[in-house]
């Protein structure tokens, strides 16, 4: 969890990414109208198709603006950033949040949380399959984020941009809101070594202010990182059904490798289940509002395309990063 906090710094690093102004013009449709009324176009090459050309050749940055809508439409990496946290416990988001609080009550109080603990205590050599979960729960975010946002700069593609910008946005809400939540409840993790009464400590939370940390307890970081990179882009591309296969298998694979590595010492089953249903609810949102976001640019700028009001650029696109600290 500690490392993830470098998320919030590489995120601030973002200043600006920018790109050339444009150079070229399309064609432009001619004045006189056909006999149908409408005007007539000059015929696009496969090259100037302008669903490829709104989505890959326009101009590129953090705050993408389209000429066409007044400036009206963004791609930015804090776009709607306030607006995105409440409305992830608005309408029925608010019921994610409130079955993760009921199961976390249902798994203590009915001692699935205890054993759990204690099947994975006694067979330890299960928890060696979820080891990997120390390189995927915690570095998921940087990965997937960096990855996006790299390919988007040397592909110059909008639309990949979007999906970047959702995954490092909701991994910075979700590691705000995953900290808060550990900061007031202090629930110790399943510490074996040092305690011989599991079953008590299963049902010890320690409510008030840092009683227990921010790096260990209640809701499960690991987890919460790695839903929220996961709805965030099953969201964004709604229609993928691989990656809604590969994504929540792998938050199935976090859910079993936090409870169950070290004897089930990292965290109690119930930590994982509460992580997944509010980190839900974040990247979800995060991710439709990207989509919407994405969406509106592309139909504004293949509008203006077929208009003749738009003018992509066709050179290089260049990206400069300034770290300031």
Known sequence: MGNRLVLAIFAASLVSISSRPASAQFLRP???GNAHGFASLQPFTPSEDPAFIARKNTPLS?????????????????GNFGGNILDSFRGDNIYLHLTAAASTFLLVAGGIDYDVEHYFNSNPDI???????FITGQYLPFIVGGSLLMYAGASENKEVLGASFAVIQASIIELMYNTA???ITGRPGPDWRHNSDMESLSKTFRFGFLRGGVFWGWPSGHTAATMAVVSALTNYYPNSTWLKVAGFSLVAYTMFAVSSVNRGGMHWFSDAVA???MSYAIGSTVGKYYRSVYNRIASQEAAAIVNGTLSPSTTP???GFSFNF
């Open 30 to 32: 001619e004045s006189a």
């Open 62 to 78: 953090l705050a993408s603006t389209n000429p066409a809508s007044g400036g009206g439409t963004q791609l930015d990496l804090v």
């Open 127 to 133: 928890g060696n399959y979820g080891k990997a979960v």
């Open 181 to 183: 939540l550990k900061a």
């Open 275 to 277: 992580a997944a249903l």
């Open 317 to 319: 696109m260049s990206i």
